[in-house]
């Protein structure tokens, strides 16, 4: 295998075998508890095990009466209880909002709409409509609430309980290891004399994270030593425990990039040896079958930080997507508020902030693939297709980075 005079795919279709690939090895789930599903994937549909309401349900505090006023009060049901059935008419009993409705009662009237005589009977007028819930009215047993794929947040966590679920069958976390790559890199002090600080590992695992891998941080390892079997020993050691290793650096076919040649080494099959994007052409997704038969992936990220982060949304975040049995997150449509120029047969991804109403993009400054700056305030790229340019007004693709919401106002 080599990664010389290979055709970049195009920057859509590289999302689209990410994703296919991790869809394609996605499967491996396991039972958690309620509370730790937040964050995760339903593996299966959430079906309601009852009809819910599971019985009729007081919406009121006041009477539940039955034939005409005035009222006898037999008893008291509160929330939690089971009335015994109201058997005369001319009978009441007092209850409270998320009670069970007594079996006869023909109406609830609100305790601030009801008036007791002398002798304790109760009257007033029930309105007219009805002041309980009844049983299906949310939903049927057995319905069907949530598809499997559904993102698991404190909703849906919610509705479980409510359901009566105690545990929920969600797909595995994806493991993820980060491998540096680069002899130049400092990992700590100020740039100077030829080394500069590696931005990639303290950033990286952040992004994952927000994508929804665990990053154990055992399994950050670097700046790994420019040699051939470094390369080799690291990689090997990541996917041991790894199922994605991405590795930052080393992409191309200089000198001292060993990535290549390390995954022909491996047997590594490319699912994607380079794409047709600007910034972040050199980055590689490759499967490498594991010891246990279940593929594993690395991802080549590029060594220039910016075009890292292009490599990590364009491959990385719909490959853990798939692996997570979630669907491929869809490019929104925004206005470019300037012009942005295209890149020939490449696409060109501009990083951009959105307005407060998420409907415009306004390129942003400092975007060079070796600077961060424009990265640290913008919201994503504006995805400039092949063959094309944006005026101020067109209707432009938008790539959102995986923010956290609350992050960038
Ligand atoms: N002859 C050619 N050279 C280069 C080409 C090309 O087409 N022909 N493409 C350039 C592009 S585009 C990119 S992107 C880089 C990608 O190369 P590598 O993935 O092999 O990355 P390196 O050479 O290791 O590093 C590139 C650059 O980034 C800095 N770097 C690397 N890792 C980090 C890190 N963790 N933190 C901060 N900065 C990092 C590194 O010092 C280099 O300046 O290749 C171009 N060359
Ligand atoms: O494409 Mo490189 O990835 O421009 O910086």
């Known amino acids: 295998m080599s990664g010389d005079d290979v055709d970049p795919v195009d920057w859509e279709k590289a999302r ?8 394609e090895a996605a499967g491996a789930t396991e039972v958690v508890s309620l509370p730790d599903a937040d964050g995760r994937t ?34 008291r049901v509160l929330a939690g209880g089971v009335a015994p059935a109201l058997e005369a008419d001319g009978t ?3 209850i409270a909002t998320g009670a069970m ?23 007033g007028t029930p309105r007219e409509t009805p002041e309980w819930r009844l049983p299906g009215e949310e939903a049927h047993k057995d319905e069907e609430l949530l598809p499997a794929g559904t993102a698991v947040d404190p909703a849906v966590i919610g509705v479980a309980a409510t359901c009566g679920y105690e545990t929920l069958t969600v797909y595995r ?37 927000r994508c929804g891998a665990t990053v154990d941080p055992a399994a950050i390892a670097g700046p ?13 050691g990541a996917l041991a425990t790894a199922d994605l290793v991405c590795t930052t650096g080393g992409t191309m076919h200089g000198p001292v990039d060993h990535l290549h040649p390390t995954l022909a080494e491996l047997n590594a099959e490319y699912v994607v040896n380079t794409v047709a994007v600007r910034p972040g052409f050199p980055m590689l997704l490759a499967r490498v079958p594991g010891p246990d038969g279940r593929p594993r992936f690395l991802a080549g990220l590029p060594g220039n930080p910016q075009s890292a982060v292009i490599a990590l949304i364009t491959l990385v975040v719909p490959l853990l997507a798939g692996l997570q049995g979630r669907a491929l997150p869809a490019l929104t449509v925004v206005e470019a508020a300037t012009a942005v120029p295209g890149r020939g047969d490449f696409t060109h991804l501009a990083l951009a902030t959105l307005g407060h109403d998420g409907r415009s993009a306004t390129p942003a400054g400092h975007v060079g693939s070796a600077m961060l700056r424009g990265l640290s305030t913008s919201h994503g790229f504006v995805a400039v297709r092949p063959g094309t340019s944006a005026a101020a ?11 956290t919401p609350g992050e960038r106002r």
């Open 16 to 23: 689209e075998l990410a994703y296919a690939a991790g869809r």
């Open 42 to 75: 339903l593996a299966e549909p959430l079906r309601a095990l009852t009809d819910l309401p599971a019985f009729p349900t007081s919406s009121i505090d006041g009477w539940a009466v039955r034939g005409p006023q005035p009222w006898r009060p037999v008893g």
């Open 92 to 94: 009441c009993v007092e």
């Open 101 to 123: 409705v007594p079996a006869g009662a023909a109406a609830l009237l609100r305790v601030e709409e009801s008036t007791r005589d002398n002798a304790g009977l109760v009257s």
């Open 173 to 209: 976390r994806p493991r993820a290891a980060l491998l540096v790559f680069g002899d130049e890199l400092l990992t700590a002090g100020t740039p100077g004399a030829g080394r500069v600080r590696d931005s990639l590992g303290p950033q990286v695992p952040g992004w994952l994270r």
């Open 224 to 236: 790994v030593q420019d040699t051939f079997e470094a390369h080799l020993a690291a990689v090997r």
């Open 393 to 403: 007004g067109d209707l432009v693709p938008f790539l959102p980075l995986p923010l």
